[in-house]
Antibody, heavy 118, light 111 residues
């Protein structure tokens, strides 16, 4: 069974750094791109970026370029999303998702609530 | 780049049929596949339609998808509505510069 299991909820202060994770299981992790999606409170879905675990080819949405870093460690079937300096406006749920082919999501993680507050 | 526009909300009674539209602002709706995702309250999204009209295993055949080039739009149709279908529905497509373009979402209320 394909699963994407994300790390737990986080509460951080503005200016702090954060790295959240998404571990794939039940399939060959390196064969499928992984992406990250943001959902701000009460709002819709926004794509942030995608990464190819084989060669770490990464593409960012212009809205998130320079704001976050996406990476993977294919030795442990895990993708990451990180911030160097969080802002209150980063408060949101972050989902990872598997691309079964370019542009098409077939599996989603359970989401991680990140709360940034002083 | 293009946008996908959905109605903000729709409502219908149990047992009825509802159709949710998704209109592409530029470029042909037929040029890239359209997907539909269901997000129940408090849950992560799940894929209900991919490649315009394909259903993942486990999705009931009450869910169907289509595209209409004349209106440059895609549609998600749910027949035999159940209260469990109450959710937000998002359409999504892509192009060469954006792997994912999401519609704004439609809140379905099953009265």
């Amino acid at each position: 069974e394909v699963q994407l299991v994300q790390s737990g909820a986080e509460v951080k202060k503005p200016g702090e750094s954060l790295k959240i994770s998404c571990k794939g299981s039940g399939y060959s992790f390196a064969r499928y791109w992984i992406g990250w999606v943001r959902q701000m409170p009460g709002k819709g879905l926004e794509w942030m970026g995608i990464i190819n675990p084989i060669d770490s080819d990464t593409r960012y949405s212009p809205s998130f370029q320079g704001q976050v870093t996406i990476s993977t460690d294919k030795s442990i079937n895990t993708a990451y999303l990180q911030w160097s300096s969080l802002k209150a406006s980063d408060t949101a749920i972050y989902y990872c998702a598997r691309l079964f082919r370019m542009g098409i999501i077939d599996y989603w993680g359970q989401g991680i609530l990140v709360t940034v507050s002083s | 780049n293009f946008m996908l526009t959905q109605p903000h909300s729709v409502s219908e009674s149990p047992g009825k049929t509802i159709t949710i539209s998704c209109t592409r602002s530029s470029g042909s709706i037929a040029s890239n596949y359209v997907q539909w995702y269901q997000q129940r309250p408090g849950s992560s999204p799940t894929t209900v339609i991919y490649e315009d009209h394909q259903r993942p295993s486990g999705v009931p055949d009450r869910f169907s998808g289509s595209i209409d080039s004349s209106s440059n739009s895609a549609s998600l149709t749910i027949s035999g509505l159940k209260t469990e279908d109450e959710a937000d529905y998002y359409c999504q497509s892509y192009d060469s510069s954006s792997p994912w373009v999401f519609g704004g979402g439609t809140k379905l209320t099953v009265l």
